[in-house]
């Protein structure tokens, strides 16, 4: 079956270290996406990938990157810069053939102590 | 730019109510409007969409109307479940066509 997947569920850091979030997808979608949403409110859009080797930023990018070397793959790094990384991190993909409507992963809950 | 408001929760119903979930936007052009709907720990799914004026889109018993005379989608179901308990966001595509904006989300609580 199709679909998104986001590696590990759960992820614990210490603070000052960098960590990176995996997504993977294998819709075949050209657009890949990455959200940060906080206890009780809306989803942030971190970075988008609309094609590969292409990303802009979002409405919160600093203190993240991210890459986009193949399709299938887009991941996200939370860099020791992100002042708050304590999240829940949501990936998802969209194309244009289905009016861009996006399916999302599973998400990767990070903590950061 | 575009932009979505939908209502505050938590909305608290008991099962086999009425449910009405309000949404309003601000768009220039013609967006297309979504529902997603994320239940606890998981990610965002689809729950319906409209891409024009007057389309209803549904989807297990849940409704919504694309209404542009009072730039609304308001998300209905005639009689909620347990299972139902989530939360849902209202969401529309941005000025650019690869994004969307998302709502703050309404946490629906339904009791036994």
């Known amino acids: 079956d199709g679909g998104i997947t986001q590696s590990p569920k759960y992820l614990f850091r210490k603070e000052g270290q960098n960590v990176t979030l995996s997504c993977e997808q294998n819709?075949?979608?050209?657009?890949m996406y990455w959200y940060r949403q906080d206890p009780g409110q809306g989803l942030r859009l971190i970075y988008y990938?609309?094609?590969?080797?292409?990303?802009q930023k979002g409405d919160i990018a600093e203190g993240y990157s991210v890459s986009r070397e193949k399709k299938e793959s887009f991941p996200l790094t939370v860099t020791s810069a992100q002042k708050n990384p304590t999240a829940f991190y949501l990936c998802?993909?969209?194309?244009?053939?289905?009016?861009?409507?996006?399916?999302f992963g599973p998400g990767t809950r990070l903590t950061v102590t | 730019g575009n932009s979505v408001t939908q209502m505050e929760g938590p909305v608290t119903l008991s099962e086999e109510a009425f449910l009405t979930i309000n949404c309003t936007y601000t768009?220039?052009?013609?967006?297309?409007l979504f529902w997603y709907v994320q239940y606890p720990g998981e990610g965002l799914q689809l729950l319906l969409k409209?891409?024009?004026?007057?389309d209803k889109g549904s989807n297990k018993g849940f409704e919504a109307t694309y209404r542009k005379e009072t730039t609304s989608f308001h998300l209905e179901k005639g009689s909620v479940q347990v299972s139902d308990s989530a939360v849902y966001f209202c969401?529309?595509?941005?000025?650019?066509?690869?994004?969307?904006?998302f709502g703050s989300g309404t946490r629906l609580l339904v009791r036994p």
């Open positions: 998802a993909s969209s194309n244009r053939d289905r009016g861009y409507e996006q399916y």
């Open positions: 819709l075949n979608h050209d657009a």
């Open positions: 990938s609309q094609i590969v080797n292409d990303f």
């Open positions: 768009a220039t052009g013609y967006p297309s």
């Open positions: 409209a891409t024009k004026a007057d």
């Open positions: 969401a529309l595509s941005g000025d650019s066509s690869y994004k969307l904006i």
